[in-house]
């Protein structure tokens, strides 16, 4: 089952940088610096104190033997010890050989357990050393016998492309039994000798990772990986890499996430033709839509251009981000679609808001409409009109999320205006809200939260509710004095 999109999901773009406190040294305790020869009682209590510690390492020894002698675990059965294993391996793949070197009995309960094998990764660790990659994937192939593989194969790390044919190739006739398939290419090139071998692809298949490194030209004609139906598939994930790329039917499509690079933000774009992409979410049950460094293209015969358009309808849409994407083609996005089930909008677009302008003035196509997060705004000056002035048609909104405003500082003029009730604005400002989530912003220090804590609860009006969660991330100005109060007054705080 999908999550619902919860406050939780407010203020959380992952690729901001976090800022980690450097370690510091413990300093040498000064009564060990010292250079004259010891004294021989001091000599002859260090020589006591190491023959204690190696009694008590024997001691230590001898009761970790007894305790493993006796240890339940050893008594499970190996069919659950084999589930134990199993779910070991799947949080974490490095973990089976060392499984295999536990004890005898371990060894053997792993070598019979075939979906312990099903996991093939080749990373950065193996650029080097293809025979040993291929002499591991064939022993792994082997002893998976019939059960579903997890594939991820980087490929960038190959200079000759040979050694993409030759993994291909042994890899090639098992990918009828792939649930997941992650690749990563330097070039059209390689993804072709990929797409060569991948044709028993799909299936089975449940998650696709496809990756074209951004440095390549983009001049290639660009060709569909896939060649079967994909009754499966509910996870797709392109980097750098076009829509082509998935020509075929995929009825049960839940996640599309389209970007050019996650490695940065850049000023650069990927161009998606804005027709395949309507085609594709309309033909799918689609949950969650992510755009990252996009732009959409157009040809004169597109529906968007004529008198009276017929936006296409996405009913199951929940969760739609769009990061470094221009103003212009998220308007264009909400005027061919109508969106009844969307309950969460993240928005990283700059200051341009006519994208929040389009959704205001008809907030009947956003019935659902609750979270809407914000990167990279203008909170100040003329530019925080046109921001309230939205708002103010979207009442229905319960959670609102901030980051990295556009001029470095939030400022507090926006706070003023959820703490300002009818004698000022005339109504509350999103009477609604019950969370606040705020990410990387220098200035905030607590202060202004407090007060639009303090002026909703002491609301008169029925209808304006309380703030009942806060999450505040790499904000390092916070008082830990208000922290503390603010805590006090809200059912649920974040600060990290």
């Known amino acids: 089952m999908d999550p619902t999109p919860s406050y939780h999901d407010l203020?959380?773009?992952?690729?901001?940088?976090?800022?980690?406190?450097?370690?510091?040294?413990?300093?040498?305790?000064?009564r060990q610096v010292d250079p004259r020869q010891p004294p021989p009682e001091l000599v002859q209590l260090d020589h006591f104190i190491q023959e204690l510690e190696k009694r008590l390492q024997s001691l230590k020894l001898r009761r970790a033997k007894l305790l493993d002698d006796r240890a339940l675990i050893s008594r499970l059965p190996p069919e659950l010890l084999s589930r134990?294993?199993?779910?070991?391996?799947?949080?974490?793949?490095?973990?089976?050989?060392?499984?295999?070197?536990?004890s005898v009995s371990w060894r053997n309960v792993a070598l019979t357990t075939a979906s312990l094998w099903s996991y093939i990764v080749l990373d950065a660790d193996w650029a080097w050393r293809v025979p040993a990659f291929l002499r591991r994937m064939r022993v792994y192939l082997q002893r998976s016998q019939a059960s579903k593989l997890f594939i991820d194969l980087d490929f960038r790390q190959f200079e000759n492309p040979a050694n993409v044919e030759t993994v291909m190739v042994e890899i090639g006739p098992h990918l009828w039994r792939c649930y997941s398939f992650n690749v990563s290419v330097l070039d059209w090139f390689r993804m072709r000798q990929v797409q060569e071998h991948a044709s028993g692809l799909g299936p089975a298949l449940e998650d696709l990772y496809l990756c074209i490194d951004s440095s390549e030209s983009e001049t290639q004609e660009p060709f569909s990986v896939l060649s079967q139906q994909c009754p499966r598939l509910g996870y797709v994930v392109l980097e750098h890499a076009p829509l082509n790329c998935i020509q075929v039917p995929m009825p049960?499509?839940?996640?599309?996430?389209?970007l050019r690079d996650h490695r940065c933000h850049s000023s650069a774009r990927i161009a998606y033709p804005f027709n395949e992409l309507v085609a594709i979410v309309t033909s799918s049950p689609l949950k969650c839509l992510k755009l990252r460094s996009a732009v959409f293209t157009l040809e004169a015969s597109e529906d968007v251009f004529k008198a009276l358009p017929s936006p296409k309808e996405l009913p199951d849409l929940k969760?739609?981000?769009?990061?470094?994407?221009?103003?212009?083609?998220?308007?264009?996005?909400?005027?061919?679609?109508?969106?009844?089930?969307l309950e969460i909008l993240s928005v990283n677009a700059g200051e341009d808001l006519q994208w929040l302008m389009r959704i205001s003035l008809t907030p009947s196509q956003f019935p659902s409409l609750r979270l809407?997060?914000?990167?990279?705004?203008?909170?100040?000056?003329?530019?925080?009109v046109p921001f309230v002035r939205a708002l103010h048609r979207l009442p229905q909104i319960t959670g609102l999320g901030i980051s990295s405003p556009l001029t470095g500082v939030v400022g507090t003029r926006v706070?003023?205006?959820?703490?300002a009730g009818p004698d000022t604005l005339g109504q509350w400002l999103l009477p609604r809200l019950e969370a606040l989530g705020l990410q990387n912003c220098v200035d905030i220090s607590g202060h202004e939260l407090l007060r639009v804590v303090l002026a909703r609860r002491g609301a008169a009006a029925p209808q304006v509710a309380n703030i009942a969660f806060l999450k505040v991330s790499q904000c390092y100005s916070m008082d830990p004095d208000v922290l503390e109060r603010l805590t006090s007054l809200v059912d649920t705080v974040r600060c990290f």
Do not use: K, Q, Y
């Open 11 to 30: 203020a959380a773009w992952d690729d901001l940088n976090l800022l980690v406190e450097p370690e510091t040294d413990i300093p040498d305790d000064p």
């Open 84 to 102: 134990v294993f199993a779910l070991g391996v799947d949080e974490s793949f490095d973990l089976l050989p060392t499984l295999l070197l536990v």
């Open 252 to 258: 049960s499509l839940r996640h599309l996430h389209l």
């Open 319 to 341: 969760d739609l981000t769009f990061d470094a994407v221009d103003s212009g083609s998220i308007t264009l996005f909400f005027e061919a679609t109508a969106l009844p089930a």
């Open 372 to 384: 809407l997060d914000l990167r990279n705004c203008n909170f100040s000056g003329p530019a925080l």
């Open 415 to 419: 706070f003023d205006m959820l703490a």
